[in-house]
């Protein structure tokens, strides 16, 4: 089917551990973006991606890493998850033009914790 | 700094109108964005605006003015479906998205 997909939708992990969460766009857009939403924070960025191999970071990407080799996937690693990651991730998917004035198609979530 | 202020919560009763309001200061304005999320799902697009004025989509409206810094999401004919959050988020200058931390609205019966 179209549309943003996630995986996993729920993880629980300990500190320390490599998390990757993942992300497929069937709709080829330009954009794909890493949120994370925390209870009285708005939706944090954390990557973002304008195409296939360029990837930028956004507010919080400490911890984090991302790749985009092929335009429809865009994961999200955390190389040693820390207790302050847990979180709801949200992937985001944007038909481009100018970043950010066309609406954002997201996933389902991720929910990971971290013990 | 860059800033986006939205109240916290909200309650309204079913069949009624709600105002959620959304003030910004940005570097910048490149348009005014309304999602909503329900409990546990996705943020869904509502609106954008760039202009000033008040666009209108059935029950939604939102309506802009760029020299207030400020914006609001109107909700006719209130319904339980609409107990959600309402997220609203700023482009600046840089066509960076600042996000609010949402209003959660209530509907009561």
């Known amino acids: 089917d179209a549309g943003i997909t996630q995986s996993p939708r729920y993880k629980i992990t300990e500190t320390g551990r490599q998390v990757t969460l993942m992300c497929h766009q069937t709709?080829?857009?330009?954009?794909m973006f890493w949120y994370r939403q925390d209870l009285g924070h708005g939706l944090r960025l954390i990557y973002y991606s304008a195409a296939a191999d360029i990837t930028d970071k956004g507010e919080v990407p400490d911890g984090y890493v991302v790749s985009r080799s092929k335009t429809e996937n865009f994961p999200l690693t955390l190389e040693s998850a820390t207790r302050s990651q847990t979180s709801v991730y949200f992937c985001?998917?944007?038909?481009?033009?100018?970043?950010?004035?066309?609406?954002?198609?997201f996933g389902e979530g991720s929910r990971l914790t971290v013990l | 700094g860059q800033n986006i202020d939205q109240p916290t919560e909200m309650t309204a009763t079913e069949g009624a109108i709600v105002q959620i309001n959304c003030t910004y200061q940005t570097s910048g304005f490149n348009g005014l964005f309304w999602y909503q999320q329900h409990a546990g799902e996705a943020p869904t697009f509502l609106s954008y605006?760039?202009l000033d004025g008040l666009e209108e989509k059935g029950r939604f409206s939102s309506f802009l003015s760029r020299s207030k810094g400020y914006s609001y999401l109107l909700l006719k004919e209130l319904q339980m479906k609409d107990s959600a959050s309402y997220l609203c988020a700023g482009v600046d200058s840089n066509y960076q998205l600042i996000w609010g931390a949402g209003t959660k609205l209530i509907i009561k019966p």
């Open positions: 605006n760039v």
């Open positions: 985001a998917s944007s038909e481009g033009g100018a970043a950010n004035t066309g609406e954002l198609f």
């Open positions: 709709w080829s857009h330009s954009y």
